[in-house]
């Protein structure tokens, strides 16, 4: 039955090492119900939901920024805008995959005979979105393949909203390197050149196996999104937050080089440290907090006291204390300094 499927899925942990562990043994529990060839799995930005931090087995590896430009640039179920939570490529075209732009100019010439698309999204944000690959002579997907994939987002929903969350836990922030952090993108996103400090953050933020350098996939996905957004497709800013490592945050934003309506200007895609109020916002929807309640959390990293607090938001001093109560258990935290200390980074 479809409830145990959600209910064994929603038991595993992964191995304790974050999102990529959680991902990749939730790609096993899946196999297990639904085959796939390949796939992509990428976390987002709640808010912006633009994608970072992936895990990905796909045979085109090596045209990569060729995928994440067609994967951004296609309205075919793109994650954005399904109107549900898992779309697949044969039954949404009726049939004729030629109306996806990335199965056309790409996915055709890999005998990708259908894609299964998960989104995963709650009422605080967009946490990821998956395309499961099927490859020739493959099955397309079935009914019952997206009935299965229909149970299980949301427990996978919550697991990935939680395992972000635990990453403001981690108490000791590894170093930053110094200096700017830039990588110059061609428009159809080849690397052209990045500053000296580049390569320490792309590292971390997608390890690559032995002496490879390592892939910018976030950088990719931002200067996608701002292709994107200048040719309509999606009006979401090109800017994605995400975990670096040991509890440290990064935004990474994609711009134009130039002022000007080239379409074939160089992309910049800058890497910085996410700032105490993005940082902040982040922490309340990974959490789960109330509007109220991230309402309260800002006001006391202001230095509102209780007092001020109700008479900020016209409630009784009780009222306040009921609301910390509910934040402290939501972020397993005993003070309002140790909630200030891992919401803005201690």
């Not at 049939?95 to 055709?108: D, F, I, Y």
């Not at 130039?258 to 309340?284: C, N, Y």
Request: aromatic share 6%; net charge neutral.
């Amino acid at each position: 039955p479809l409830h145990r499927a959600a209910e064994r899925v929603a038991r595993v942990h992964g191995d304790g090492r974050g999102s990529r562990a959680l991902r990749r043994a939730l790609l096993d529990e899946i196999g297990r119900h639904v085959s796939f060839d390949a796939y992509a799995w990428l976390l987002t930005d709640p808010e912006t939901e633009v994608g970072c931090d992936p895990v990905a087995d796909v045979p085109c590896m090596p045209q990569l920024p060729t995928l994440i430009r067609l994967k951004y640039a296609t309205e075919t179920n793109r994650w954005t805008a399904m109107p549900r939570p898992v779309a697949r490529l044969l039954d949404a075209t009726a049939g004729n995959p030629t109306q996806s732009l990335v199965w056309r100019e790409l996915l055709a010439a890999y005998d990708i005979v259908d894609v299964a698309s998960l989104v995963f999204r709650d009422r605080f944000g967009c946490w990821a979105f998956l395309d499961l690959w099927r490859v020739g002579p493959a099955e397309p997907f079935s009914e019952r393949d997206a009935e299965y994939l229909n149970a299980i987002v949301p427990p996978v929903t919550e697991a990935l909203r939680r395992v972000q969350a635990e990453t403001f836990h981690i108490a000791e922030a590894p170093k930053v390197p110094d200096g700017p952090v830039v990588l110059v993108l061609s428009p159809d996103l080849r690397v052209r050149a990045q500053t000296p400090e580049t390569e320490a953050y792309l590292r971390a933020l997608v390890p690559p196996t032995g002496d490879r350098q390592p892939i910018p996939a976030g950088a990719y996905n931002v200067g996608a999104q701002l292709r994107a957004s200048e040719d309509g497709v999606d009006s979401h800013p090109p800017r994605a937050r995400v975990h670096l490592s040991q509890g440290v945050w990064l935004t990474l934003r994609a711009a134009r080089m130039v002022e000007s309506d080239q379409t074939d200007a160089d992309i910049a895609v800058t890497l910085e440290p996410t700032s105490t109020k993005d940082r902040m916002s982040l922490f309340g929807l990974a959490h789960g907090l109330s509007k109220r309640e991230a309402e309260i959390v800002a006001a006391c990293a202001r230095g509102t006291d209780t007092r001020g607090l109700a008479q900020e938001l016209f409630v009784s001093e009780n009222t306040i204390q009921d609301h910390f109560k509910s934040i402290f258990a939501k972020t397993t935290t005993r003070t309002r300094g140790e909630l200030l200390a891992i919401a803005r980074g201690r």
